[in-house]
């Protein structure tokens, strides 16, 4: 089997083209455009296999991407490349809208031009991977709302499902909507056999440092304030990478055509207990020379303007892949961070090779 990765040089693409390489058969084409996001470096573990091809190409460009899909031949398509920053849609909406929205629209008629090309039985088998966000479906009733300030989730509390109507925020999860529609519009008018994922928040090895886990230990290494927007009572889903790169691609190899799929990690945390765990493991583990001195990791926190529109809850009710796919996560949140502070602190010199300007770690997009 041979598929095609957009946006595979990105912090998920590229842990699944990793895990697709080292655990199955299958080949891989890789098409990023390598903007400020996309590292080449993250794949270098797999990048001279035999079953690894590299196109720096953008999903805008529709010649190039039909000589592509001609060169290759893909069996599939796990569509992955797609602006993803909130704070950076709320400051410059308009690549969003571009990559997210036009070069999905993009991708959808060159797989579907190349897809009705194709002889009977890979017809067939062919399968459109879109890969989104519970971002599209807006924000879900807080703990604080109905049990009062300082408690933690209840578990009677509601769920993203695969039916949850889209509500989306900001322009980042507008647009992300957007895709999810026109992907499940190719389907209804023009046949084109496709899947959707929407996972919850991701985090892992490789991760951009504009992301908050990465932010937080990168920051707190060089004795720099710990930003926290507002109270830091924003709760997310937490969902190791690699545990979704392996559900990625389960559903494109298994997933039924037309389904929906939610991934997510069950583990509901509240931003500052993210960023209080992440203080106590890298007090434990941190050495002399890895950083500045610091007494104390937590007293870098610092409490910032919230952004606007900030969604104050999501968490996923993943049982519908569990159920039907056979996938759970194997990572809990306590294993998986320690995991991921660990690797940033093997990692260093790949964190600063990967600052190339563009992006100096402050917070984005507040207005």
Request: hydrophobic share 35%; aromatic share 8%; charged share 25%.
């Amino acid at each position: 089997m041979k598929i095609l990765v957009t946006g595979g040089a990105g912090f998920i693409g590229s842990a699944v083209i990793r895990h697709i390489i080292n655990h199955t058969s299958s080949h891989v084409v890789n098409v990023d455009k390598l903007t400020y996001a996309g590292n080449l470096e993250s794949l270098s573990e797999i990048d001279s296999s035999e079953r690894y091809a590299f196109e720096q190409v953008d999903i805008c460009d529709r010649v190039e991407l039909e000589r592509v899909f001609k060169q290759h031949q893909p069996d599939a398509i796990m569509h992955l490349a797609a602006e993803s920053h909130v704070d950076r849609s709320i400051d410059g909406p308009a690549a969003f809208i571009e990559t997210n929205i036009v070069g999905t629209y993009t991708l959808l008629e060159v797989a579907r031009n190349y897809w009705q090309q194709l002889e009977e039985s890979r017809k067939a088998a062919f399968r459109f991977h879109h890969i989104s966000t519970d971002e599209v479906y807006g924000d879900l009733q807080h703990p604080d709302e109905v049990i009062g300030a300082g408690n933690t989730a209840d578990s009677t509390l509601p769920l993203f499902t695969e039916t949850t109507s889209y509500s989306p925020s900001s322009p980042y999860s507008a647009s992300k909507a957007s895709s999810d529609h026109l992907v499940r519009a190719w389907m209804r008018t023009y046949g084109l056999p496709v899947v959707v994922t929407n996972c919850s928040n991701n985090y892992g090895p490789y991760h951009f440092p504009e992301k908050l886990i990465p932010l937080v230990i990168l920051n707190a290494l060089e004795g720099k304030k710990l930003p926290v927007y507002g109270k830091g009572d924003q709760i997310r889903d937490w969902l190791y990478v690699e545990d979704h790169a392996r559900a990625l691609y389960r559903v494109v190899t298994e997933g039924n055509v037309g389904e929906t799929y939610n991934i997510g990690g069950h583990n509901e945390k509240r931003n500052i207990e993210v960023v209080h765990t992440i203080c106590e493991i890298l007090q434990e583990l941190v050495l002399p020379g890895q950083a500045i001195a610091v007494g104390d990791y937590k007293s870098l926190i610092t409490h910032v303007q919230d952004r606007p529109g900030h969604d104050r809850r999501y968490a996923i009710d993943a049982s519908k892949i569990h159920h039907e796919l056979d996938w759970k996560p194997e990572e809990t949140f306590e294993s998986g961070i320690r995991k991921t502070v660990q690797w940033y602190l093997d990692n260093l010199d790949w964190c600063r090779r990967v600052q190339d300007g563009s992006y100096q770690r402050e917070r984005l997009g507040q207005i």
